[in-house]
């Protein structure tokens, strides 16, 4: 986003905040002297709602002074909804406390304090669903491409993949990669999924006037000191924006906590690895929903099994080895939806293969049955990975469950997401499923290790449902 966007937007939020105080004030006046809820009005005390004009106009200069302070007018992308409405909510309490500090010591008796309690709470609401609808618009308008920043990113080592998982995994935060350099000449030279290798960082001056870059993050440990001074000078010249990646990134620790301690920013690093409790109540949840799933089903999947037994000859149920948590293998079930004989078939498809990297992915294969592909474009075929769920061999929500062809060829960049056991769906089968690269699906993959909270597993299981009822991506 251009700096004038910004100051648009920032302008328009100012306006929105002044309508909908002044709103709040409207509604709590209703609320008081019209509705009279919780407290009745002695009619000698009923007023017009003239009067409290100028302490609306008041409140609102008090509420956006306070936003100011707060920094609520401040662009961060990387803020998230209950940052924004904590800061909506100390500024509206911080105007609120300002004025019946006012209103005590004038003791203007037209005015009824209730009012501005209620006018509070009023501003709270509106503002807060003003703010929820803005991010909601921001974020489908930057799928979609509007107002987004391209960005160079510098290193392709540990450090450069996070950013580029953090950044592939929230395409609401508006961020587009152009691709990366790396000194490395393998790196430099190696594609990530959809990111390009654009060469080295001497290549960064050319490509500020090549491409249209906005950022350039520069995710280099603080050794290379001497070019990061450089990149950043060459970046600004350019025009464009240098961010730079702290070195305590280069830890194997990847959750950063930053408090600002009297002025000082400190960063407090913290462990990946789920805890005692995180990991029961994540198998907890696992254990209820696949025991819910298998009972409610069961209906359906006689009828699955029936369909698949009249269609085609061969077991109903295909069991396939795949490799689970820290390497483990185990057999992993799935409603079968090729002929019977498909494994022996493969290689003679082979030629057919649309994946990259080592999957083996066929979107029109001539295997498929006829139930099969029903199956696969409503994903009914992985019902029974519920009886997997159950036995702990999976979870709901997790990594894809790898084939051991492929685990073995993984980079050993790529081996982490076998940190965490494999899921029924996950983060990148609603990001994009089959249509995604496979370097991408590994970055989301271990975004997903790197970020696990139980609001995490809840929106991909929301975010499956649509995915499935629409089948896109499913082949």
């Known amino acids: 986003m251009s700096q004038r966007a910004g100051r648009i937007m920032v302008a328009l939020t100012v306006l929105t905040d002044t309508v909908l105080i002044f709103a709040a004030f409207g509604l709590a006046y209703v609320v008081r002297y ?97 703010r929820l609808a803005r991010r909601a618009i921001l974020s489908t308008l930057r799928q979609r491409g509007a107002g987004v920043s391209h960005v160079l990113i510098v290193g392709a080592g540990e450090v450069g993949r996070r950013v580029m998982r953090n950044l592939v995994a929230r395409p609401d935060l508006g961020y587009q990669v152009v691709g990366f350099v790396d000194d490395d000449p393998e790196r430099g030279s190696t594609d990530i999924g959809r990111f390009r290798a654009l060469g080295n960082t001497s290549r960064v001056p050319a490509l500020l006037k090549q491409l249209p870059i906005q950022e350039v993050i520069i995710t280099l440990p603080s050794s290379a000191q001497p070019t990061i001074s450089w990149l950043v000078e060459e970046t600004m010249k350019a025009g464009a924006l240098p961010r730079l990646v702290p ?24 462990d990946t690895r789920l805890s005692p409790w995180a990991t029961a109540f994540k198998r907890a949840v696992d254990v209820l929903g696949s025991a819910l799933g ?95 769920v159950l036995r702990g061999d999976m979870s709901l929500v997790g990594p894809r469950p790898a084939l051991p062809e492929e685990a073995a060829g993984y980079r050993e960049w790529q081996r982490s997401r076998l940190n965490a056991a494999p899921g029924i769906t996950g983060l990148w089968q609603v990001s994009g499923r089959s249509d995604l690269p496979f370097d991408e699906m590994i970055l989301l993959d271990l975004y997903y290790i790197e970020n696990w909270s139980p609001l995490l597993d809840l929106s991909i299981l929301l975010r499956t449902v649509p995915i499935v009822l629409f089948g896109k991506g499913a082949y």
């Open 34 to 130: 019209q509705l009279q809820w919780f407290r009745d009005v002695d009619p000698a005390y009923y007023t017009t709602f003239r009067p409290y004009i100028p302490m609306a106009a008041l409140q609102t200069v008090l509420v956006l002074a306070a936003f100011y302070v707060e920094g609520v007018y401040r662009l961060r992308r990387g803020a998230t909804a209950v940052d924004e409405i904590y800061a909506v909510i100390n500024g509206v309490t911080t105007g609120f406390v300002v004025m019946v500090f006012i209103v005590f010591f004038w003791r203007p008796l037209v005015y009824s304090r209730l009012i501005f309690v209620y006018a509070a709470g009023l501003m709270i609401l509106l503002l807060t669903l003003a």
């Open 294 to 388: 298998l009972v409610v089903l069961s209906p359906l999947l006689l009828l699955i099994a029936v369909a698949i037994r009249l269609d085609s000859p061969g077991p109903i149920i295909f069991k396939q080895r795949r490799i689970g948590r820290h390497g483990r293998s185990f057999y992993m079930y799935k409603f079968r939806s090729m002929v019977a004989n498909a494994e022996a078939l493969k290689d003679q498809v082979r030629h057919l293969n649309e994946a990259d990297g080592p999957l083996f992915k066929i979107r029109d294969d001539p295997r498929i049955t006829r139930v099969g592909r029903l199956l696969r474009r409503t994903s009914l075929d992985e019902l029974p990975q519920f009886w997997n």
């Open 247 to 270: 070195d305590l990134y280069q830890m194997s620790l990847s959750r950063v906590a930053v408090e600002d301690v009297a002025g000082i920013p400190m960063l407090t690093p913290y």
